[in-house]
């Protein structure tokens, strides 16, 4: 066929076919709502992440080993374990975290493959009246990865 599409059709049957939606293509999901991707070696979230707690320049991060979940707690700079997660003043953005400790811990805590990396979907959750973000890793997607 050297590279010319044939001029002979024949009649073809829909039966069956079902129209795909084009909002599965204009948009990923995980792009709307929050999302948490980790390495062996930094911890990286999505701008929806920002939005949902609403710019907070500080966080402190608390974890589950027994249930794989990350809680993203806002905080002040002033707090020990605050994190300053997020860069940029007009267009706030998280900023990867780089810390080989940390994911070294948590890979080994979760008992987690350092081949892979894991991304999970976040959602608020109401602790004492405070927001917090919830990521659920028992969940979580993988694929294989290489290091950064």
């Keep these: 066929m050297n590279g010319e599409v044939s001029k002979d059709f024949e009649e073809f049957n829909l039966d069956g076919f079902?129209?795909?939606?084009s909002e599965m293509f204009s948009r990923r999901p995980f792009m709307?709502?929050?999302v948490c991707t980790i390495w062996p070696n930094k911890i990286a979230f999505n701008k929806s992440c920002v939005k949902a707690l609403s710019a907070c320049e500080y966080v402190r991060f608390e974890?589950?080993?027994?249930t794989?979940?990350?809680l993203v707690v806002p905080c002040s700079?002033?707090?020990?374990d605050s994190i300053k997660w997020i860069k940029g003043?007009?267009?706030p953005c998280v900023r990867n975290l780089q810390s080989a400790e940390f994911g070294a811990q948590l890979y080994k805590a979760w008992q987690l493959d350092e081949n892979f990396v894991y991304r999970a979907s976040g959602r608020l959750v109401l602790v004492k009246q405070k927001v917090f973000?919830?990521?659920d890793f028992s969940r979580a997607e993988q694929w294989q990865g290489k290091r950064d």
Excluded: I, M, W
């Design 18 to 21: 079902q129209v795909v939606r």
């Design 32 to 34: 709307q709502e929050p």
């Design 63 to 66: 974890v589950n080993a027994n």
């Design 68 to 70: 794989k979940g990350l």
């Design 77 to 80: 700079s002033k707090d020990e």
């Design 89 to 91: 003043a007009k267009d």
């Design 133 to 135: 973000l919830f990521f």
